[in-house]
Each structure stands twice: as C-alpha cells, then as structure tokens.
C-alpha cells in the first residue's frame, strides 16, 4: 500500500451519511422560533426549505442514505485522496507524520460541492424552480451553480461585497454555471436596502448576504433557500469527507492524533470531524482542533448563545458561539470564514469540551500556505490555510504523532491575496474587543 496517497476506489464513495446527532453526549439544543422563542418545528421552516431537508435537519437517525443521484454526480470527483505531505515534513525536519485530505479536486474546487448537490437534488425533487443562496469567498456560491446546472434549476447568489470585488473570477465562474451574482447587501431586497441605508459604505457580511438570500426565497413561492455551512443537515452532507479519510487512515493503519479543519460557520471542519465523534468519545486524547481567523474569532472570542443566522433578524434561533448577528467583520482574504456565528453541531462539541479552538492572523496563515505551496505544490484557499498554520505549528512540536488536516479548497481565484501577501501590502487585523462587546450586546434576550 502506497502511503504518500491513499485512493479510494470509486464503490468505496459512501453510501450513507453519518449524522453525529445520534452520538452526541448530551442532546443538541432546539432552535427556536424567530417571533415566538419557542422550539421549531417543520412547518416554520416549510417557506424556505424542502421538507425533505427539514427531516434531515432533525433527524436523530445515525445513519441517512446517500441517494444514487447524488451519489451518481459524486463520482465526477469523490473518493478524493488522503496525501502524505512528506515534502513539508522534511521541511520542517520533524518527526510527525503530516496529511490531508484534499477537497480542492472538485470542480469548484472546494468541498462544498458535497452538500451543494444533495441540497439541489432534493429541491428538484419536490418541484422548486429557483434557489437563493448567500457565498462569502465564493466556494460555496459557485458549487451551487454547478448543482443546480445538474438538476436544471434556476440559481440566485448573493455575494459579500468585499470578496465580490476581491474576487471577481469566483464570480465569473458562478456565471459560467449559469448563476446570477449579486454584490450584498444589493438594492434587490428590503434587507439590502436597510443595510445600505444605514451604512453606504460596508463591505457586506455572510450574516447580510443570508438575510437578502432568505427574504428572497420568502418572498417568491417557486424559489428555496439554500445555505452552504451552519445548519445540521449541511454538516450531515459534509461527513463524506470524514468517513472516507477515516477508511483511507485504516488502510495505511495510521491512528490520528489531532484533526484539524479550518471554520467559518463549520461546514468541513464538522464534515471532517464529525465522523470521528465515536473515536473521540472513546480516546478523550484525540484532539479535534478548529482554526478561525483572528478577525472573526467566534469560538476563541465569542459566547455560547441563542442568537440569530442573519443580521436581519429573518432566520430561527440558534444555540452557537457568536461574536452576535450585528458583527460586521473586516475584509481580511478568507471571505469564507467571515461569519458572525459557528453551526450548532460544532458549537455545541466545543461547549463539551470535544473540540479545542485556536485563532491566527493573515499574514500568518499565509506564511503557512506559501509554505505548503512551495513544498507540497498544492495552492490552498485562504481559508484552508489556517489548518495548514496549526498543522505546522502542531508539527514543530516534534512530538512524532500523527496530523490529518483538511485542505478544503484550492487558492487558484485568490492570487490577489498572495500578491498582497508577497508584497507586504497584507494587514493583520484582530477584532477589537469592545467590538466584540458591542455586538454582544444586541443578542436576542431568551
């Protein structure tokens, strides 16, 4: 067995996905309703979601079949390889053994595509013909254009102001797919307009590119909301990734000793790790490490609450760590990790304890990925890159255990990031705390 890649073969793409809802210690939290506070229940969600989605986002079922659909398109890139990155560790002279699982082969080229397709499958099943969505960096926006190009659906995206100007070849390639773009907050809906009223000159967050993209399907009855991290059932989708590393670790007879995902609102971060819950509850010593930017550092600097999705106000109440739905973030480069808020699956395993948080600044995490780039060849996205950063960092110690990180996305639509980088011309930013506080400060009283 070949222990620098470990492929899969193609009848070894799952075929179901784990759902860690099932496995956790203590029960997950409710949402709750907007308007009344009280726990959700399948008709509230019914305007903006299939009720198939809404099953899975409740379901307590381990187990969830992958349709053949789905599964049928997942071939195109999936099983995706585990790398030995032996290149790098001879870099870093150490005696642990570094790999990742590499997300970037898809043809977004990100793992986003893993949910992106089941969500537009199941709209498609149910009779939608439009869907809306929000995108930060622009991973998950063009992964839903290339889904609904599949299954013959109409796609509306509402892109981050910042990272639509930052990133215009995202852009083109949402266009390619045949979905219409946006900058958010837009003049196209009620929440857009607010926004820009009040403040002409923000550069847009996840949490105003949500609030357009939900009032949109809301306000339109052949049109569903999609969303690409937070809520369980994209967790649930992303958990191909962990189960496949978790074979191809078995393959090679390697046991990890940490496992590190980058996180915004914790979409691969949960995917990777979730799968590993059961190792976890076993081996407390398996560490499951998150790694967000210091600009926007919801689990190292935010609390655990209920607190809305969106800056509008429109979506349910979650139990998550947030920095609060008001927090506007800077327009650091990993537009992907500029969310207010963590998804509940995640939050809720760092409130027990199961997952141990780290934040680190750009020009760091770019130090990193040019590291990886110049060893390893791959690219990473800015996002990707802050789990390359710990994964470093975890290696230096020298300690001779076993690192597995996921590379989720390629930095191919992000060369104006490193020219920064390169140049000098890149700003670390850490989020002010009474910043912070003064978001805090407008959580919703439950």
Known sequence: MNKERVDLPLNEIPASWYNALADLPKPLPPPLHPGTGKPLTPTDLAPIFPMSLIEQEMSSERWIAIPEEVRELYRIWRPTPVVRAVRLEKALKTSCRIYFKNESVSPAGSHKLNTALAQAYYNKKEGVRRLSTETGAGQWGSSMAFACQ???????????????????????????????????PSDRTQAGRAIRASDPDTPGSLGMAISEAVEDAATHGDTKYTLGS?????????????????????MIGETPDVLIGC??????FG???????PEKLENPKL???????????????????YDFGDTAKLTPLLMMYTLG???VPEGIHAGGLRYHGMAPIVSHMAELGLVEAKAYTQNAVFEAALQFART?????????????????????????????????????????AYDAHLAGDL????????????????????
């Open 376 to 416: 390893e060849g791959f690219v990473p996205a800015p996002e990707s890159s802050h789990a390359i950063r710990a994964a470093i960092d975890e290696a230096r110690k020298d300690d001779g255990k076993c690192i597995v990180f996921n590379l989720s996305g390629h930095g191919h639509f992000d060369m104006s």
């Open 230 to 250: 937070v809520l369980n059932h994209v967790i649930l989708h992303q958990t191909v990734i962990g189960l496949e590393t978790k074979r191809q670790l078995e």
């Open 287 to 305: 560490r499951l490490l998150a790694v967000e930017p210091s600009a926007c550092p919801s689990l190292t600097k935010g609390i655990h609450a």
């Open 150 to 184: 599949q299954f013959g659906l109409e796609c509306t995206i509402y892109m981050v102001k910042s990272s639509y100007h930052q990133k215009p070849y995202r852009r083109s390639l949402m266009h390619v797919w045949g979905g219409e773009v946006f900058a958010s």
């Open 325 to 327: 739905h008001t927090f």
């Open 427 to 446: 700003e670390d930013y850490e989020h002010p705390e009474e910043k912070i506080a003064e978001a805090l400060h407008q959580l919703p009283k439950v």
């Open 263 to 268: 996180v915004g609102g914790g979409s691969n």
């Open 271 to 277: 995917g990777f790790t979730a799968p590993f819950l």
